[in-house]
């Protein structure tokens, strides 16, 4: 028998699978159940867009992009970055349209990471940023944010966890899975430190257009002297409902970004053709489903927030994203159990907090990304729940 250990790569072979897709897996199985386990937005792509890549079908428009991307859709995201964020990004040498945010993040690591170099990785987080780190010989320091500061980073958390060896700074705002944003005065906060301590940032801004109340989501890039260091990462998945379009946008200084782009030549070469005209469509007429989507969510997420502070489940209100993430600890379950429970009782899925890092423990995730009609159900039979288990 061949020992296949022998083989393999011991960084990859030592990364545990995502806690996000077992218990979505588990919920596939199980009939009647409400998923509020994975941030896939219930709203079909706007028709508009998916008709402009309906329409590169017919014209028979399937040929390679360059490796960057179609130059009408990095002009496009050029003008997309200077009207939502005023930041300029040149499209010919600073941007990079990837295979979603995930493949970004992936490139970005990869290209400024050495052997030992340690990132920043504010956690709770999305649960990519410590595995890809370490595959590519990275180090990942978590610094643990906390509920009393509405689970924003601070700059004295990041001082704390610094060292000789600290390169990157992870920045996932808006967060997922708390819902958390930083507000420009925090980023001007944390931009002294990242500058003292001649460090660069990944900026994974993939929820940007989901935040909530009057103020718009700044990006770190905007903040004087942050541009030059400064990778910044989004797309098309959660804004415009086209997750499965799989398109992501990196842009930042061209030094980076012509490193990236090497690794993204070697391994995808470009960029389904497809997407990126749907892209570019999205991006020229898309602000009002943005606004539409958004409002939508806004109603889902006050009613969640409300109804779980009512059952006890302590809940902070998110800016953000779509998730809520309210403390079960008064259940006196711990976060796998609690979920385990509610997915075999009331068939509901959720995603325990400990999946996103050791200090989720004492959380879930839920997504309010289903429908309004569904999440009050869902919440229906989590009130039976909890009433259950007191008794």
Same mark, same amino acid.
């Given at each position: 028998m061949?020992?296949?250990?022998?083989?393999?790569?011991?960084?990859l072979?030592?990364?545990?699978?995502?806690?996000i897709?077992?218990f979505?897996d588990?919920?596939?199985?199980?009939?009647?159940?409400i998923?509020?386990?994975i941030?896939?937005p219930?709203?079909s792509?706007?028709?508009?867009?998916?008709e402009a890549?309906?329409?590169?079908?017919?014209?028979g428009?399937?040929?390679?992009?360059?490796?960057?991307g179609?130059a009408?859709l990095?002009e496009e995201?050029?003008?997309?970055?200077?009207?939502k964020?005023?930041?300029?990004?040149?499209?010919?040498?600073?941007?990079?349209?990837?295979?979603?945010?995930?493949e970004?993040?992936?490139?970005?690591?990869?290209s400024?990471?050495?052997?030992?170099d340690e990132?920043?990785?504010?956690?709770?987080?999305?649960?990519c940023y410590?595995?890809?780190t370490?595959?590519?010989?990275?180090?990942a320091?978590?610094?643990?944010?906390?509920?009393?500061?509405n689970f924003r980073?601070?700059a004295?958390d !990041?001082?704390a966890?610094?060292?000789p060896r +600290?390169?990157l700074?992870?920045?996932p705002?808006?967060?997922? $899975?708390? #819902? @958390?944003?930083?507000?420009r005065?925090?980023?001007?906060?944390?931009?002294?430190?990242?500058?003292?301590?001649?460090?660069f940032?990944?900026?994974?801004?993939?929820y940007?257009e989901l935040?909530y109340?009057?103020?718009?989501?700044?990006?770190?890039?905007?903040i004087p002297?942050?541009k030059?260091r400064s990778?910044?990462?989004?797309?098309f998945?959660?804004?415009f409902?086209?997750?499965?379009?799989?398109?992501?946008i990196?842009v930042?200084?061209?030094e980076?970004?012509?490193q990236?782009?090497?690794?993204?030549?070697?391994?995808i070469?470009?960029a389904?053709?497809?997407?990126q005209y749907?892209a570019?469509e999205?991006?020229k007429?898309?602000d009002?489903?943005?606004e539409y989507?958004?409002?939508q969510?806004? !109603?889902?997420?006050?009613?969640?927030?409300? +109804?779980?502070?009512?059952l006890g489940l302590t809940c902070?209100e $998110?800016? #953000? @994203?779509?998730?809520?993430?309210?403390?079960?600890?008064?259940?006196g379950?711990?976060?796998?159990?609690?979920?385990?429970?509610?997915?075999?009782?009331?068939?509901?899925?959720?995603?325990?907090g400990?999946a996103?890092?050791?200090?989720?423990e004492g959380?879930?995730?839920?997504?309010?990304?289903?429908?309004?009609?569904?999440?009050?159900?869902?919440?229906?039979?989590?009130?039976e729940f909890l009433?259950?288990?007191?008794?």
């Open positions: 061949i020992n296949y250990d022998q083989f393999l790569n011991q960084e072979a030592n990364v545990k699978p995502s806690g897709r077992r979505f588990i919920a596939s199985e199980i009939d009647d159940v998923s509020l386990s941030g896939e219930d709203f792509t706007p028709w508009h867009i998916r890549g309906i329409d590169s079908l017919e014209k428009k399937t040929w390679y992009s360059p490796n960057r179609f009408d990095r995201i050029s003008r997309w970055f200077e009207r964020y005023g930041v300029s990004y040149a499209p010919a040498t600073d941007i990079l349209v990837s295979v979603g945010g995930s970004a993040i992936d490139l970005a690591l990869r400024l990471l050495n052997p030992g990132v920043l990785i504010p956690v709770p987080s999305f649960v410590t595995p890809l370490e595959v590519a010989k990275g180090v320091v978590q610094v643990e944010t906390k509920a009393e500061n980073l601070t004295a !990041i001082e966890h610094i060292t +600290t390169k700074l992870v920045l705002f808006p967060n997922n $899975p708390t #819902g @958390a944003v930083m507000r005065e925090h980023l001007e906060e944390i931009a002294h430190v990242i500058e003292k301590h001649n460090l940032v990944i900026s994974d801004e993939l940007s935040t109340g009057s103020q718009p989501h700044v990006t770190i890039a905007s002297g942050m030059e990778i910044v990462i989004n797309g998945s959660k804004a409902a086209m997750t499965g379009w799989r398109l992501g990196a930042g200084p061209k980076v970004i012509a990236m782009t090497k690794l993204h030549q070697y391994g070469m470009s389904p053709s497809i997407a749907a570019i999205a991006l007429n898309g009002k489903d943005i989507m958004r409002d969510y806004d !109603i889902r997420r006050r009613l969640l927030v409300n +109804t779980f502070n009512e902070f $998110p800016e #953000g @994203a779509f998730y809520v993430f309210p403390d079960i600890r008064s259940t379950f711990d976060s796998e159990t609690f979920c385990e429970k509610l997915l075999f009782a009331k068939h509901v899925a959720i995603v325990p400990n996103f890092g050791d200090c989720g959380f879930v995730r839920v997504a309010y990304a289903n429908s309004l009609a569904n999440i009050k159900e869902a919440l229906k039979r989590i009130k009433t259950e288990i007191k008794q």
